[in-house]
């Protein structure tokens, strides 16, 4: 029984470029299966699977969701992902939980670079495609020019298994050409087509693209191009085989067609995916590491010892956390324990839910390989984990997020809430494990990080929604640095008497460079006890504290070497802070003598483009005061650029980067060295920071 639950599971990813339609397409499933009792309408902001407020309010999925249908006695888990750059980790994680992929792309214009990408990562991990022509109701739509252009972008055979009948306002239906039925559709959207005769004028493409998708079925199977060469015909049964096989070795895609919003041939693509869909027993073994580093390949066997793969979660502020997983093998029932042996913690899984969409159902049987489903209030578990039996521990590779492209300051705009904004961005990077909070220890400044203005903005707008804490975005502050380039020997003196005991402190600095990098050094040269051993150590502390503002700009001094040579003492009005304080003044006085300079963050970036947008991009490099060192080959018509850049110049790097690639560029970046701002460019640094001084 078990494995015929198995046979009987498709795991659909829908993907593609923002915008395509991919989720008026499983809204247009889920109601033509019967899993909803209405049609919902991205545009009214009424559909199920974009769950979160964000996504209603921007009329586009910023996470993936999730929900099922039951069609021909078999369960398809839908799984509809973002299709924008900002929010593509949520795509990156839940392609790991697919066995087929449901390319969406529109009949009336060319493909964009996100579809590029999702058809890279499921080819890389050899998932089966599907592709979909959607809006083939646009007075433009056009199956087979963009069926001709996604063959050119992808370099892939594509078959066609749909025929479009009518065109834009007029397209009412769809050629089914595996079951050779005409299939029609009513206005009203139930999304269930009348089947009836070929229209007498699709007959002649029909035969031409029929005979083109048994030549596919044909040449997947040995056999079965034997017996098409010698004339036989091949039985409906072994068209569907043949074609089945080739889909799974990736030998070609077939493609399908209708409209989403209008529900439009959704009942045949249901078909089609589950008789030409891959189940979870289809796919190769998931690989996965054992305790001693051992390679384990775990097969999708209800009889296996359980493991599962956590691909997201969810947290609300009031009713707890979900972590959503897919079973890879063995079976699962509620209230049962698993092991996380990457937190090296029990997980009692409670009560298990099936996830359709804004909702949950009840899980009333074991879940077996291959069905997805969500597990409350686990205590440690995180995106990524592994959930297995103790006695068996295993270990998914992990999931190989994007990493950060941008960073923000951030601060609540009410004093007091910084604990609360804390415990917010800390519940927040569960749900979203790609944005990063980190403290700049120079400017104190908490700095956000994620993959763009756009995914930062709206993790604001849930911070504030889910947790009551409103904040404040704004660019953050360059951590410059100041040295001096001259050196000097300088008196530090400091005498105070009042009407009882005085205060007396007297040294003598010398001041000099360091080479860059080097940070401080400070060298006890007293000899002679001209200065207490006692008070030498509270000179150096009075030179470390005067070094954390400099003279120029106010920013923290580097790079300088101070000796204590000389300097004298009173035996009753000398104490340490007096010598606290000479050093300190002798710091000050004499880093103005040594030609003090402004130092800047040099960061080490790699962008990775397309051959034709090379030009531009040096260009661009040049222009923000970079330093290119070299171009790395890359594979699929792309090159890497490695360069060197003042931090100041990109701080906004990725938005730019996307407009000028149209989206096709990546980059990351590390810090690497400070060096000395140029003059013009330190005097416009120095004002600023004059003028924010004098602000505050």
């Given amino acids: 029984m078990a494995a015929n639950e198995v046979a009987r599971l498709r795991n659909v990813g829908l993907l593609g470029e923002g915008g395509n339609g991919k989720t008026s397409l499983a809204e247009a499933c889920l109601f033509t299966a019967g899993s909803t009792d209405r049609l919902g309408k991205v545009d009214a902001g009424s559909t199920i699977l974009d769950a979160e407020p964000e996504e209603a309010k921007r009329r586009s999925s910023i996470t993936a969701g999730v929900a099922f249908v039951d069609w021909n006695k078999h369960r398809i888990n839908l799984i509809d992902t973002p299709g924008y750059s900002n929010f593509i980790a949520e795509t990156v994680a839940a392609v790991r939980a697919m066995d087929n992929a449901l390319i969406v792309i529109r009949g009336h214009s060319e493909l964009k670079v996100m579809t590029e990408k999702v058809f890279e990562w499921t080819q890389a991990q050899g998932i089966p495609r599907f592709l979909y022509v959607n809006h083939m109701d646009h007075p433009q739509a056009d199956i087979f020019r963009a069926v001709e252009g ?57 035969e031409e693209h029929r005979g083109k998708l048994i030549e596919f079925a044909a040449e997947a199977d040995e056999s079965l191009l034997e017996k098409y060469l010698e004339g036989g015909e091949l039985a409906p049964e072994e068209i569907v085989a043949g074609l089945k096989k080739g889909i799974l070795e990736g030998s070609f895609i077939p493609v399908f067609c209708g409209c989403g919003v209008r529900n439009i041939g959704t009942d045949a693509l249901l078909d089609a995916l589950t008789l030409l869909g891959a189940s979870p027993a289809e796919r190769p073994a998931a690989e996965a ?208 008497q009042t009407g009882g005991r005085g205060q007396f402190g007297d040294t003598w600095l010398e001041i000099e460079p360091l080479p860059r990098g080097k940070g401080f050094e400070f060298v006890d040269n007293i000899v002679g006890g001209s200065i207490p051993r006692t008070f030498i150590p509270a000179v150096e502390k009075g030179i470390v504290e005067a070094m954390e503002s400099g003279s120029l700009a106010g920013y923290p001094v580097t790079d300088v070497r101070i000796t204590l040579y000389d300097g004298s003492y009173h035996s009753v009005d000398s104490s340490e802070m007096a010598f606290k304080i000479a050093g300190s003044m002798g710091f000050k006085k004499g880093m103005l003598e040594c030609r003090p300079t402004l130092l800047e963050p040099i960061m080490n970036i790699e962008v990775t483009v397309p051959d034709e947008y090379m030009g531009d991009i040096i260009g661009d490099l040049n222009s923000r005061r970079g330093r290119v060192s070299g171009v790395i080959p890359g594979v699929g018509g792309k090159q890497t650029i490695k360069a060197q850049v003042p931090m100041a110049e990109v701080l906004n790097y990725a938005p730019a980067l996307r407009s000028m690639t149209a989206d096709r560029g990546d980059f990351t970046m590390e810090f690497s060295h400070y060096e000395e701002v140029p003059g013009q460019i330190a005097e416009k640094v120095i004002a600023a920071a004059a003028t924010q001084s004098s602000d505050e």
């Avoid at 039925?181 to 007959?203: C, F, H, I, S």
């Avoid at 009692?348 to 390989?369: A, C, E, H, W």
């Avoid at 953050?476 to 008196?491: A, C, D, L, N, S």
């Fill in 150 to 206: 996604a063959g050119a972008a992808l370099g892939k055979r594509f078959a066609l298994a749909h025929l479009p009948i009518g065109q834009g306002e007029n397209f009412r239906g769809v050629v089914d050409l595996l079951s050779g039925k005409a299939l029609t559709y009513t206005p009203d959207g139930n999304g269930r087509g009348t089947a009836g005769e070929v229209p007498a004028g699709l007959k002649e493409a029909f």
């Fill in 289 to 496: 590491e054992g305790p001693e580093g051992e390679k384990i390949t775990v097969e999708a066997d209800p009889g296996a010892p359980f493991r599962a793969l956590v691909f997201k979660t969810v947290v609300d502020s009031f009713a707890g956390k979900l972590n959503y997983f897919r079973v890879m093998s063995g079976t699962l029932s509620s209230d049962a324990t698993a092991w996380n042996p990457a937190r090296e913690e029990k997980e009692r899984m409670g009560s298990l839910l099936f996830i359709q969409g804004k909702g949950q159902k009840p899980v009333t049987d074991k879940l077996v390989p291959g069905d997805i489903a969500a597990a409350a209030k686990l205590r440690a578990t995180r995106t990524g984990d592994t959930l297995c039996e103790e006695k068996n521990p295993v270990r998914f590779p992990p999931i190989k997020l994007p990493a950060p492209s941008i960073s923000y300051a951030v601060a609540p705009k009410s004093k007091g809430d910084e604990e609360r904004l804390s415990g917010a961005l800390s519940r927040m990077r569960e749900e979203d494990p790609v944005l990063t909070v980190s403290r700049d220890p120079q400017t104190k400044e908490l700095l956000l990080s994620g993959l763009g203005v756009l995914h930062l903005e709206v993790a604001i707008e849930r911070i504030k929604r889910k947790y009551s804490v409103e904040v404040e975005m704004r660019t953050p502050r360059v951590p410059y640095k100041e040295t001096i380039k001259g050196r000097t020997k300088v008196q530090g003196r400091y005498k105070k």
